[in-house]
């Protein structure tokens, strides 16, 4: 047993009980406290019925062919050509903003919401009808503390409450 | 008795705590590895054809899956490719938070291999650290881009967002944290003399072995082969960039450790030095912003988030044929597509790192101990949805 | 009734039993391994019955050096192996009858002794029994396994 | 009826009663088994900057976890893999965990408080915790599954390696108190402990009892990124609970061992509270504890050693180092002319 590895390995326990007592600790705890993201994080996709000018260009950008354009009952009459307005399919979605990026308008806007649970996969989609109401409120069992991630030297990544 | 009655063949196989998604056969002699055979294939997912079914800006998301834990250099491979073949360069600043985000995804790259291979060797306090500590670069990219792990920031003519209110500040707290933290890994996991005792001496992969075999990035450079294509090849902003290529001699498992850790270290300098030299400007190439409507060019202005044009839908890009390189986490990863002038490429070719590192299974395995396949496996970070594609 | 209700019979009498099965299992078990595990269940028999015998320090002996040391170190060197055909033996009537032959013997040679124990071994004096009056077969049997250990390392170095 | 329940309670106190089933005994046993997992939990949480079990009880830091983690593995049907050898398979655990525990009879717990003492009680406990190790190899064996039977093999040569510096080292002392005599070894140490007297023996001793129990830098015949779970890979419920609970058992009864060969037992208690069993009982059970806490608190700094390494440090390092504490022991028995 050389002297060298003996002292690597009192180095090695006494960071290992430095840290035992050092009362830091990273974790999140998620349903209680959930982390309120900075803006431009891309969570589902909101979508402004009046302002989109129904061109398409984001389903055919759609990599995951998530956004497609649904013939909307209401404004289409018969005989006349039918009137076609984007709707999503949340399963398929990968989030990666290009339908937002390609939007001319503007209609197609980025939320911070993103765990939304959904029972059966029908329920997923959201035709234009649908996709109109907006974004679904995620559900907590227990109003969570809202917590923003602040970059820190010593410890890496602190949460702060925020009111 | 001979040998084969000894021998017993045990599969490492896809249900395995430190196998991945691959099955290694391993012929085994008491405690001694005869031979170890790789048997990947388990989540190939043809990505290359169904590239030819996608339009070329579609590419982008799928080509960035494969490898999750480092995929700004499959995106900046990608695009560097089309820019050839569409003839035209992206602005300098869009350079720059190119580089940006190649090195912060390089570093909590690194760090998911650590982990994984300190679990592998047994230290769960490593493999826990690692994951702690990616979180702060995961935050600084999901800051900058919207997303934690699949980006799609790289587009073909620039980026799509500009940096955010004192980014500068947060990108300097979160590489101090990782600097002092580095003494604790030092001290606990790397100099460690049960670690020392399990990877050195391990696999050892020599030069001349390396450079016949094809390996690619730290693995290859552990075993003292000064090969890195930021330099051989420089792109984006690394022309102007001085930083060096880390190399080790001995071409163990704790070689390639620490040729990671070392390089963990130079891609902070790599951040400091593109921060400070990032320079003013717009960030998509001015062909495409005045494609755009002189509205969305005043939002683009207000929000620094880039809005593409109407022709990115149906991009078309000439014939012809171009291959690009870059040095991601993982090693190089080599882009070559033919496009015939149509809305989707007729073929395209993606030569990924791990690929490349999947020969060294058989190479390194033969004549080593038991507990020193998942210590080798580790060592090569090898990420199997990379390797199979 | 008082043989069956004494604790010491019972125990002579569970061990026996226990040394006996265990010994017809190592002959006539298929596998092996389970018959190198019932020659420690063996060793573990007979070192009660040592023990009841009156001299702890020979149970405890063979139940650490036999039982503990050897029978591993063979169990696991046939649990490495991979299943060696057990051999049947070509007369098993011979077998029997030789064993009924035995147990007659034996009756007749050792009925007038009786099992109590000549005298009571206390380890202090064995130590020094050894040390003065055989002090040269203590060398002997140092000597002896001493080579035994070496020429073990050679063979296991050679072939490594 | 009175009479008859007190005649009971009496019955429990009375030393070879409540030796092995309360004090170094079973109650214990699993009381300390609980505590231990979840101890071992909660060490390597706070070393690696998380919080470890919690939302069981959470004011108490989820204390129950490993409560619950019983009555999980008690109700979880006990899978027995068609392949297998059913009688060894099933035999196997109940065996290890006896014979794990078996030696706590005879450990005593004050100077007049003891189940079983012959002058030959360290011997004897020795030698029982060498039959556990057979019983690991037949469980790799009967397990019909190639990683058990890597795992039993393992465990096979890990014996060989440990197991005679541990005895070497163990009688170093009993050759330093002149006698193999657990309680008189305990009351020797009344001036100086064991450890100091005797160093050499205390630190290989220490490394060889993590080694024998699997802790951390050792804990290669359950190896998981090697060889999954090692002998116990084909258990599951109860049967699991069992095995695993084995090795700590393990940990406990050498711990104890360790206590009263170096620690000196009961030692700075003075002769007046010998009296009732609790207060050395007591002192015994802190010094086993504080043992068991570090060799819990190992697996958070280090990885696993590979087989070979650690049958070198057993072989080439272990091995001189207990020769020389019996030697030191013979040289400190001559100078001072036995304790």
Redesign the interface.
């Known amino acids: 047993?050389s002297v060298d590895?003996t002292i690597?390995?009192v180095?090695?326990?006494?960071?290992?009980i430095?840290?035992?007592v050092s009362s830091?600790?990273?974790?999140l705890m998620y349903p209680d406290e959930i982390e309120e993201?900075?803006d431009?994080?891309?969570g589902m996709i909101k979508y402004n019925w009046d302002t989109c000018i129904k061109?398409g260009?984001c389903a055919?950008?759609?990599?995951?062919d998530a956004m497609k354009m649904y013939i909307s009952k209401e404004e289409s009459e018969e005989g006349k050509k039918p009137v076609r307005r984007p709707g999503i399919n949340y399963a398929r979605c990968?989030?990666?903003?290009?339908c937002v990026?390609?939007c001319?308008t503007?209609s197609l806007k980025?939320t911070k919401v993103h765990d939304v649970v959904y029972n059966t996969l029908e329920e997923q989609v959201y035709p234009p009808e649908k996709f109109r109401e907006g974004v679904p409120k995620p559900q907590y069992k227990k109003k969570p503390k809202k917590m923003r991630?602040i970059?820190?030297?010593?410890?890496?990544?602190r949460y702060e409450p925020v009111e | 008795m001979s040998l084969e009655e000894r021998e017993l063949e045990v599969l490492i196989g896809p249900q395995h705590p430190a196998s991945g998604h691959m099955r290694m056969i391993a012929k085994i002699d008491g405690d001694i590895v005869v031979e170890l055979r790789p048997n990947i294939g388990y989540v190939h997912r043809s990505v290359e054809k169904l590239a030819e079914a996608k339009k070329f800006l579609q590419i982008i998301p799928l080509v960035e899956r494969p490898s999750l834990a480092d995929t700004t250099a499959n995106n900046l491979a990608y695009v560097m490719a089309l820019e050839k073949l569409l003839g035209l360069e992206a602005p300098p600043r869009a350079q720059y938070l190119r580089t940006l985000l190649a090195e912060i995804n390089r570093i909590h790259s690194h760090l998911y291999g650590l982990g994984i291979h300190g679990v592998m060797i047994g230290s769960s306090t490593a493999y826990m650290w690692c994951f702690g500590d990616r979180e702060p670069f995961i935050e600084l990219a999901q800051e900058l881009t919207g997303a934690r792990l699949s980006y799609s920031y790289i587009i073909p003519g620039g980026v799509r967002r500009e940096l955010p209110s004192r980014f500068t500040e947060k990108v300097e707290k979160a590489l101090r944290y990782m600097e002092n933290r580095m003494k604790d890994y030092f001290n606990l996991y790397l100099n460690n003399p049960v670690t020392r005792a399990r990877l050195e001496g391990v696999g050892v992969l020599s030069k001349e072995d390396a450079i016949r075999l094809g390996v690619a990035g730290p693995n290859l450079r552990a075993s003292g082969v000064p090969y890195d294509v930021r330099k051989v090849e420089p792109y984006a902003a690394y022309p102007d960039i001085d930083f060096d290529i880390i190399t080790e001699k001995v071409g163990d498992a704790f070689a390639r450790v620490m040729v990671r850790v070392k390089e963990i270290q130079e891609s902070i300098r790599i951040i400091r030095q593109v921060l400070k030299k990032m320079p003013e400007g717009p960030i998509l190439h001015e062909k495409y912003i005045k494609a755009i409507s002189p509205k969305m060019r005043e939002y683009m202005k207000e929000t620094g988030e880039v809005k593409f044009p109407g022709i990115f839908a149906n991009l078309r890009i000439p014939a012809g044929e171009a291959i690009s390189r870059v040095e991601g986490g993982r090693g190089e990863v080599i882009f070559h597509i033919i496009s015939d002038g149509k809305m989707s490429p007729y073929r395209m070719r993606m030569v990924t790192p791990s690929f490349r590192n999947v020969i060294l299974f058989e190479h390194l395995n033969r004549g080593v101990r038991v507990a020193d396949i998942p210590a080798i496996y580790g060592s090569l970070d090898y990420f199997p949805p990379e390797a199979d594609r | 009734m008082s043989l069956w209700s004494n604790p010491i019979t019972m125990i002579f009498l569970l061990s026996s039993t226990l040394s006996i099965i265990a010994a017809i299992f190592i002959v006539y078990h298929k596998s092996i391994v389970y018959s190198a595990f019932f020659l420690s269940m063996l060793g573990v028999g007979n070192a009660i019955l040592f023990a009841l015998l009156g001299f702890p320090i020979i149970s405890l002996f063979h139940l650490s050096v036999y039982v503990g040391a050897a029978v591993t170190f063979i169990l696991f060197s046939v649990a490495m192996l991979k299943e060696a055909p057990s051999v049947e033996p070509p007369i098993k009537a011979l077998a029997v009858l030789s064993v009924i032959i035995l147990t007659i013997i034996l009756i007749k040679v050792l009925s007038p002794f009786s099992a109590e124990p000549s005298f009571f071994l206390n380890y202090r004096e064995l130590t020094s029994l050894l040390v003065t009056k055989y002090w040269f077969a203590l060398i002997v049997a140092a000597m002896a396994l001493m080579t035994a250990l070496i020429g073990a390392i050679t063979i296991a170095r050679r072939e490594v | 009826m009175q009479d008859l329940l007190s005649f009971l309670i009496s019955l429990l106190f009375r030393p070879c009663i409540f030796i092995p089933l309360i004090f170094p005994g079973l109650t214990v046993i699993f009381i300390m088994l609980l505590m231990i997992i979840w101890l071992e939990r909660k060490i390597a949480a706070k070393v690696q900057l998380r919080y470890g079990p919690l939302y069981v009880f959470k004011p108490l830091g989820g204390v129950i976890q490993t409560v619950a983690d019983l009555l999980k593995d008690l109700f979880q049907e006990p899978i027995i893999p068609k392949t297998v050898d059913k009688i060894a398979f099933l035999l196997t655990p109940i065996m290890l965990f006896g014979l794990a525990y078996l030696p706590t009879v005879v450990i005593p717990v004050s100077p007049t408080f003891y189940a079983f003492r012959s002058d030959l009680s360290l011997l004897l406990l020795l030698t029982l915790t060498t039959l556990a190790p057979i019983f690991t190899v037949l469980m790799g064996w009967a397990s019909n599954n190639k990683f058990s039977l890597i795992g039993g093999l393992r465990e096979g040569y890990l014996v060989i390696s440990y197991e005679i510096p541990m005895f070497l080292s163990a009688l170093s002392m009993a050759v330093l108190y002149g006698s193999l005599d657990l309680v008189d070894i305990a009351e020797a140490q009344k001036g100086i402990w064991g450890l100091f007297l005797n160093p050499v023996a205390g630190i290989s001793m220490l490394v060889l009892i993590y080694m024998s129990t699997g802790k951390f830098p050792f804990e290669i015949p359950e190896a998981e990124s090697e060889i999954v779970a090692g002998a116990y890979t084909e258990y599951s419920g109860i049967m699991y609970g069992l095995v695993m609970g084995a090795s700590y058992v393990k940990l406990y009864v050498l711990s104890l061992v360790y206590a009263i060969l170096f620690l000196g037992g009961w030692n700075p208690l003075p002769a007046s509270m010998m009296d009732n069993p609790l207060l050395p009982g007591a002192m015994l059970f802190a010094k086993a504890f504080i043992l068991i806490a570090i060799g819990v608190f190992l697996r958070a700094v280090y990885p696993r050693f590979r087989i070979d390494q650690a049958m070198n440090i057993g072989w080439k390092m272990a091995l001189p180092f207990s020769i020389l504490a019996i030697f030191i022991s013979l040289g400190i028995v001559t100078i001072t002319g036995g304790m």
């Open positions: 047993m590895k690597r390995h180095k090695a326990l006494a960071t290992g430095k840290y035992l830091k600790r990273m974790t993201f900075p431009g994080y891309r061109c260009l055919m950008v759609c990599p995951a990968v989030f990666c903003g290009f990026a390609i001319p503007n980025f991630a970059l820190d030297e010593e410890r890496g990544l």
